[in-house]
T-cell receptor, first 114, second 113 residues
Framework: DAKTTQPPSMDCAEGRAANLPCNHSTISGNEYVYWYRQIHSQGPQYIIH???NNETNEMASLIITEDRKSSTLILPHATLRDTAVYYCIVRVPTIIYNTDKLIFGTGTRLQVFP | NAGVTQTPKFQVLKTGQSMTLQCAQDMNHEYMSWYRQDPGMGLRLIHY???????DQGEVPNGYNVSRSTTEDFPLRLLSAAPSQTSVYFCASSYRQAWETQYFGPGTRLLVL
């Protein structure tokens, strides 16, 4: 089961900041938060990830609350090309082979309009 | 680098037929995985592999087999196709672990009649 909760859809005007929320109230202390997006029917694309500090890269910023129970992905100047489904993901620890899984939920469908 | 490639792009099967979905990566990644995505749904993990000769089950492994004989290739086999397996299948790879940046292939659309 996905350990995150996201709104099913959001709208944003082109040129404005898009703020996509995610709740992960059961996150453990050493679990990272990841964001991917999927444009139309393409394969998902990595955006950003973080543990407890805010992170920024050329695509987006990630703001994680101090208690780490929620986070917000920020697209500072949304364009029409940012219309996509955005997935907030928390690593799920596994026992075998000492590796974790990424479990995708249903994500937030972001529609950027002119 | 070609990245992650998948073949075929589209396939139609009849119930009971078997087939193999191919996935290859040329980035020397150790971690590879298969997801399926049903209409309007998120991605669900089928199987994954942390290196040649090592595979494990994901969320929805029933009806699928995998093997990893080389680092580059991670084929997904449907043993006896069922209409419930109609979906889009994505292969992904990352350097060593699932939680590193995963690179996804373009997907294979499968229709089982």
């Amino acid at each position: 089961d996905a350990k995150t909760t996201q709104p099913p859809s959001m709208d944003c005007a082109e040129g404005r900041a898009a703020n996509l929320p995610c709740n992960h109230s059961t996150i453990s202390g050493n679990e990272y938060v990841y964001w991917y997006r999927q444009i139309h029917s393409q394969g998902p694309q990595y955006i950003i990830h973080g543990l407890k500090n805010n992170e920024t890269n050329e695509m987006a910023s990630l703001i994680i609350t101090e208690d780490r129970k929620s986070s917000t992905l920020i697209l500072p100047h949304a364009t029409l090309r940012d219309t996509a489904v955005y997935y907030c993901i928390v690593r799920v620890p596994t026992i075998i082979y000492n590796t974790d899984k990424l479990i995708f939920g249903t994500g937030t469908r972001l529609q950027v309009f002119p | 680098n070609a990245g992650v490639t998948q073949t075929p792009k589209f396939q139609v099967l009849k119930t009971g037929q078997s087939m193999t979905l191919q996935c290859a990566q040329d980035m020397n990644h150790e971690y590879m995985s298969w997801y399926r995505q049903d209409p309007g749904m998120g991605l669900r993990l089928i199987h994954y592999s942390v290196g040649a000769g090592i595979t494990d089950q994901g969320e929805v492994p029933n009806g699928y087999n995998v093997s990893r004989s080389t680092t580059e290739d991670f084929p997904l086999r449907l043993l006896s196709a069922a209409p419930s397996q109609t979906s889009v299948y994505f292969c992904a790879s990352s350097y060593r672990q699932a939680w590193e940046t995963q690179y996804f292939g373009p997907g294979t659309r499968l229709l089982v009649l």
